[in-house]
């Protein structure tokens, strides 16, 4: 089984500060992780893909995670936050071959930066 | 545009109307999602069909009927909804798991 847990609904920072978005994972399998955003009626956009490769993994918009096996977490960060940052995050895990291409989908974390 | 195309991008219907909504996807990917994106609401899956074959049904209620006539595109009929089928409703297609879902815009539905 799969599952993801996004730790904080809201996250507020103020523009310029570091951004911290929060997931930890459960698998039976070694997964693939995923972080992907939503602006306000948009669909959802890829911002990155872990798959078994480097546990440091860069996204776009200045974007990385790092896989923790040890944590079972993959946390999102980003250096500097932009006001166009503001939207929804949401973290994804799949077991791959286990769950038929079906991917599990955190609730969301709604990133706020304040100017 | 990410190469997953949704039509219409908004959608007003009565309880009694019929109506579909369209997905598109030009990216050769052999599998298709249909998500339901309500407010204040996780990320429903509703429907994933892999080689145009039905692989999931996620307990939607039938009047919300899939098909999908090839690879490249995939339908949701609507018939005799209720106002809480109001939401923004998401179409994904993926090559395989570890790749990722390509998502398109979304079509907000919504039921009066």
């Known amino acids: 089984a799969q599952s993801v847990t996004q730790l904080d609904s809201h996250v507020s920072v103020s523009e310029g500060t570091p951004v911290l978005l929060r997931c930890n994972y459960s698998s039976s399998y070694s997964p693939s992780l995923f972080w992907y955003v939503q602006h306000p009626n948009k669909g959802l956009q890829l911002l990155l893909k872990y798959t078994s490769a480097a546990t440091l993994v860069k996204g776009i918009n200045g974007f990385e995670a790092e896989f923790k096996k040890s944590e079972t977490s993959f946390h999102l960060t980003k250096p500097s936050a932009h006001m166009s940052d503001a939207a929804e995050y949401f973290c994804v895990v799949s077991d791959g071959p286990l769950n038929a291409g079906k991917s599990t989908f955190g609730d969301g974390t709604t990133l706020t930066v304040k100017p | ?112």
């Open chain 2, 1 to 112: 545009e990410t190469g997953v195309t949704q039509t219409p991008r908004h959608l007003v219907m009565g309880m009694t109307n019929k109506k579909s909504l369209k997905c598109e996807q030009h990216l050769g990917h052999n599998a298709m999602y249909w998500y339901k994106q309500s407010a204040k609401k996780p990320l429903e899956l509703m429907f994933v069909y892999n080689f145009k074959e039905q692989t999931e049904n996620n307990s939607v209620p039938s009047r919300f009927s899939p098909e999908c006539p090839n690879s490249s595109h995939l339908f949701l009929h609507l018939h005799t909804l209720q106002p809480e089928d109001s939401a923004l409703y998401l179409c994904a297609s993926s090559q395989d798991t570890g790749r990722g879902y390509t998502f398109g815009s979304g079509t907000r539905l919504t039921v009066v």
